[in-house]
């Protein structure tokens, strides 16, 4: 891993040491974020690293304005579907072009600096206006590093750094596909190398940012019937978090947003009863299931196929009661389902019912 310019790491650790954030830390997250790289050269002038979303500039630019946004291929209603130039310099020609249909769309439109931090967010980063937070990450390397921790502030990610919970932090700051890109093992790694003591987690082996599964989705079913208003999904992001550290907050447990077991304890006290489980998903709840069922059509399943799907399920899974449960839910009503279909239906019912902590 190569090293940051001199003074990108003096910029690096001057925010550090104001923020009081470990600079190992600070100087992992600017490196996985940017590759080490702050500006780019434009005309003589060095410029902040931009990356426009096409999206955002659709939902963004008055409707008045959106027709002709797309017609120059500067907007689309399709995630992905304004390709950014390969060339810093073709990016802010775009930008320009942008700029000139709808100044502040443009700006909000765009990410900034080593954080990549969306200008959308300018009002909840404190600044006056998206041009106000341009103008702040175009002055300096020290302003973009700035910029980035403002943003992992106001997302409640301090808490993750602070512990080295570098799943839990890809997961707030990357979203929910950080694992694609090995965004936590690349933060560790530059952690490392750049000076940070590595230690195993407080968090770790307990529910949190970045966990998901079955046992996510019982702490959020749980929250729900608590009153907080989560999604039952069995991804632990940012809103369950949020709703959890809600709910410790207001239980006179500390507020970490970690599911330890003073929290399971207290969660515990929504269960219905002892045996019950909410982060169960019936068979026919799980999509590989159900597709499997769709696809094997309305002809009448052979009564012996029953038995041989159930002893497949259960040496999948080890569990009798809940292999004919899948059983009855691949076979009841369907048609003869072939073996990869059953395979694939019975491997997704036994990925359901894991939990995987991070």
């Given amino acids: ?6 003074d990108i ?18 100087a992992a997250v600017t490196w996985v ?24 500039f659709d939902k963004l630019v008055p409707a008045d304005k959106q027709r002709l946004a797309r017609q120059a291929g500067l907007s689309s209603p399709k995630v992905g579907g304004v390709k950014n130039p390969s060339s810093q310099e073709a990016r802010y020609a775009m930008l320009q072009r942008m700029m000139d249909i709808d100044r502040d769309a443009a700006i909000m439109s765009c990410s900034w600096g080593v954080g990549q931090v969306m200008g959308v967010h300018w009002e909840s980063l404190g600044y006056a206006s998206a041009d106000a937070l341009r103008l702040f990450v175009l002055a300096s390397v020290s302003n973009q590093v700035e910029l980035m921790v403002r ?21 707030g700051y990357n979203g929910p596909a950080f694992k694609t890109n090995k965004y936590d093992t690349k933060l560790a ?32 079913t749980l929250l729900v019937r ?42 515990k006290a929504y269960q219905i009863s002892p045996v019950e489980k909410p982060g169960a998903l019936s068979a026919m709840r799980v999509p590989q299931v159900n597709n499997a069922v769709k696809a094997a059509g309305p ?16 040496h999948l899974t080890g569990i009798g009661t809940s292999a004919d449960a899948i059983a009855n839910g691949l076979l009841a009503g369907s048609g003869l389902i072939g073996a990869g279909l059953t395979a694939w239906a019975l491997y997704g019912w036994w990925q359901s019912s894991r939990t995987i902590e991070q």
């Fill in 299 to 314: 002809i009448a399943i052979l009564a012996s196929m029953r038995d041989q799907v159930a002893d497949a399920a259960q």
């Fill in 9 to 26: 790491f003096r910029a690096i650790k001057t925010v550090a040491d104001g923020h009081k954030i470990p600079v190992a830390a600070l």
């Fill in 151 to 171: 943003f992992i502030e106001r997302t409640g990610l301090l808490d993750e750094i602070e512990r080295q919970d570098w799943a839990g932090f890809a997961r």
């Fill in 226 to 267: 608590a009153g907080y208003h989560v999604k039952v999904d069995g991804d632990f992001g940012p809103a369950t978090r949020d709703g959890l550290k809600a709910f410790q907050q207001l239980s006179g447990i500390a507020a970490d947003g970690v599911a330890g077991p003073q929290t399971m304890r207290a969660l």
């Fill in 33 to 56: 974020e940017s590759g080490g790289v702050a500006y780019t050269r434009i005309n003589g002038v060095d410029l902040p690293l931009i990356r426009i979303e096409g999206h955002y």
């Fill in 189 to 220: 790694a530059a952690f490392a190398k750049y000076g940070g003591s590595a230690s195993i987690s407080p968090a770790a082996g307990m529910l949190r940012l970045g966990s998901r599964g079955a046992g996510v989705r019982e702490i959020q």
């Fill in 1 to 6: 891993m190569p090293e940051f310019q001199p």
